[in-house]
Nanobody
């Protein structure tokens, strides 16, 4: 059974950092492009970052560029998202999923597990 379970969220002050993790089971992460998306209350789902399988090429949406870093630990079959200089508008539930690039656009698939809440507030 394919599962992607995110963890590592929490409450942090503006300017702070968090490192999210996503444990994958039922498949091998480096066989696919995987990434993170987020959803805030009342807002549409928003892609954050994507990392390809073998070559580990990365893509970030504008909101994440320069502040977030996506990485993968193949030995542990775990995806990470290091988030620095967090802002209140980063507040959302963060999920990991398959991602990809089709017809000039990046996409993120549906979550296959629980997300993790990130709250940025003073």
């Amino acid at each position: 059974q394919v599962q992607l379970v995110a963890s590592g969220g929490g409450l942090v002050q503006p300017g702070g950092s968090l490192r999210l993790s996503c444990a994958a089971s039922g498949f091998t992460l480096d066989d696919y492009a995987t990434g993170w998306f987020r959803q805030a209350p009342g807002k549409e789902r928003e892609g954050v970052a994507c990392i390809t399988g073998r070559h580990e090429s990365t893509y970030y949406t504008d909101s994440a560029k320069g502040r977030f870093t996506i990485s993968r630990d193949n030995a542990k079959n775990t995806l990470h998202l290091q988030m620095n200089n967090l802002k209140p508008e980063d507040t959302a539930v963060y999920y990991c999923s398959i991602c990809g690039y089709v017809d000039g656009n990046y996409y993120w698939g549906d979550s296959r597990g629980q997300g993790t809440q990130v709250t940025v507030s003073s």
